[in-house]
């Protein structure tokens, strides 16, 4: 499968635990998107990397997210002590080149903060 | 700030028949691209269609097209011949100057036998 993969595909912590997602996207895409997803609303856009280099991040990524994308490939998102508001799912998407092209979607991660 | 509102929740339609799905946006970006996003059950979200603002031309895929409306930012999904696949959350997103997509809340399609 070449598609955007993403692990774990469910997450279930303890409140004030801190979680780490990951994100594989297609092999030759330069760019990576992370999403929120809460139940019964369209994904939120988090941030985004083109190669290694984050390019822009949504005041919804609190102090407690961080995002990396180290070698340009694939990506981790981190939530440092969760709180029950986390709970969501997390979407990565790829893509190359500028708007032209559509962004590729993963499975998810779904986190619940109990 | 973009918005994207989707009016209708939940829509359902026979199979075989045509539904409409309805999309308004607010923007004060000139060019931009909008999108309509299918999401199945518990599968990932894939592109059913495409509209660059720039085209007066509506964009059509098999059985899908939209009636793309700048001056009323409207962009409606038509889906001819409704097969049982096509039951999904469809989301409307837009695109403007930045990479990032800004998605309506979705409207939740029944395909009925």
């Known amino acids: 499968d070449t598609g955007v993969s993403q692990d774990p595909r469910h997450k279930i912590t303890k409140r004030g635990q801190n979680v780490t997602f990951r994100c594989d996207p297609i092999s030759e895409h330069n760019r990576l998107y992370w999403y929120r997803q809460t139940l019964g609303q369209g994904p939120e856009f988090l941030t985004y990397f083109q190669n290694e280099a984050q390019l822009e991040k949504s005041r919804l990524l609190s102090d407690r997210f961080s995002a990396e994308r180290p070698k340009g490939s694939f990506s981790t998102l981190e939530i440092q002590r969760t709180e029950q508001g986390d709970s969501a799912m997390y979407l990565c998407?790829?893509?190359?080149?500028?708007?032209?092209?559509?962004?590729?979607f993963g499975p998810g991660t779904r986190l619940t903060v109990t | 700030a973009q918005t994207v509102t989707q009016s209708q929740p939940e829509m359902s339609v026979q199979e075989a028949e045509t539904v409409t799905l309805s999309c308004t946006y607010d923007?004060?970006?000139?060019?931009?691209?909008l999108f309509w996003y299918k999401q199945p059950p518990s599968r990932q979200m894939i592109l059913v269609i495409r509209?660059?603002?720039?085209?007066?031309q509506n964009a059509t895929e098999n059985r899908f097209s939209v009636n793309f409306q700048k001056a009323a930012k409207s962009f409606s999904l038509k889906i001819s011949d409704s097969q049982l696949g096509d039951a999904a959350m469809y989301f409307c997103a837009f695109q403007g100057g930045s990479e990032k997509l800004v998605f309506g809340k979705g409207t939740k399609l029944t395909v009925n036998p």
């Open positions: 923007t004060s970006e000139s060019d931009y691209y």
């Open positions: 998407a790829s893509n190359f080149g500028d708007t032209l092209y559509e962004q590729y």
């Open positions: 509209q660059e603002a720039y085209k007066q």
